[in-house]
């Protein structure tokens, strides 16, 4: 089985603090000043874990660093 995976990092860090998402430079300047971090990495992790047992028939196809870009 072959598996394509992007997180966006910032996914869901506005609307935690207030803010309608987290698009534009400015809106996510305004939600890291009220407080938000980013949690997406870790909710990511959480829904994976439910394929540990069939981990071993997964090609995961995804890039690697927090700001990658595809080329």
Do not use: C, H, Y
Request: proline residues 4%; hydrophobic residues 40%.
């Amino acid at each position: 089985m072959r598996i394509g995976f992007i997180v966006n990092p910032i996914a869901g860090m506005g609307g935690r603090v207030g803010l309608k998402g987290t698009d534009g430079e400015e809106t996510l300047k305004e939600a890291v000043a009220r407080g938000a971090q980013p949690r997406a990495s870790q909710r990511a992790l959480e829904a994976l874990s439910g394929l540990t047992p069939v981990r071993d028939w997964i090609e995961w196809l995804t890039w690697s660093g927090r700001w990658a870009r595809a080329r």
